[in-house]
């Protein structure tokens, strides 16, 4: 008999796209957080995981390989309001961000992280979200309340959409430091954990 550490199970997207199979383990994960359901021994996710891929191509053509908070080489998908706090992952929240700035900045607000890293941006995507922050904000959480599942582009967002729904996104929504932890302060640790899927 297989060891069911090792068994896989088939997974397809809201699509019926043929994804690369998970684990028992994980896709059991899914279920319980309500993020898939099971037809037939196929786990069928509720979101699409796939949005996210062709969303980051196009992003990548319109901004080259050039970080939008620190104009330095770049090419991860970075998204302007975070995705811990209802950002989407769209044209008009994505640019593009070196690892580093992606990564010290986690999930802080950007009028956080420009204030700690005094970086100027003017890419326009960061701009418009910049000029009424507390807007984009109310606009990303009545957004979170009135779209389906379906319209999720990955796990994360659809694992915050699902504790939206279930009434403790306000209460486990993860809070920006009150100090910056990043790759501008050496002596602090590398990098923020405060997101825990
Ligand atoms: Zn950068």
């Not at 068994?7 to 809201?14: H, I, R, T």
């Not at 319109?62 to 975070?82: F, I, K, M, N, Q």
């Not at 279930?166 to 602090?188: H, K, L, T, V, W």
Request: aromatic content about 8%; glycine content about 6%.
């Amino acid at each position: 008999m297989n060891d069911p550490a090792l068994e896989k199970v088939p997974v397809v997207d809201l699509k019926g796209r043929v994804l690369t199979p998970c684990s028992i383990a994980k896709a059991e994960q899914n279920l319980q957080n309500g993020l898939a359901r099971l037809v037939d021994g196929v786990l069928h996710l509720n979101y699409l995981p796939l949005a996210y891929r062709k969303v980051y191509r196009m992003v990548r053509r319109r901004d080259g390989y050039v970080c939008a908070w620190c104009h330095g080489p770049g090419s991860t998908l970075e998204h302007v309001l975070p995705i811990s706090w209802g950002g989407r992952t769209t044209m008009d929240n994505c640019v593009i961000a070196c690892r580093a700035c992606n990564h010290s900045r986690n999930n802080a607000l950007p009028s956080q992280f420009l204030a700690w890293t005094g970086f100027k941006p003017t890419h326009p995507v960061i701009l418009r979200i910049l000029h009424d922050e507390p807007a984009a904000l109310r606009r990303a959480k009545k957004s979170l309340r009135n779209r389906p599942i379906q319209s999720c582009a990955s796990k994360e967002e659809a694992q915050i959409w699902v504790s939206f729904h279930q009434g403790d996104f306000d209460a486990s929504r993860p809070q920006p430091p009150e100090q910056p932890i990043s790759r501008f302060r050496p002596d602090s640790r590398p990098f923020l954990q405060f997101f825990v899927p």
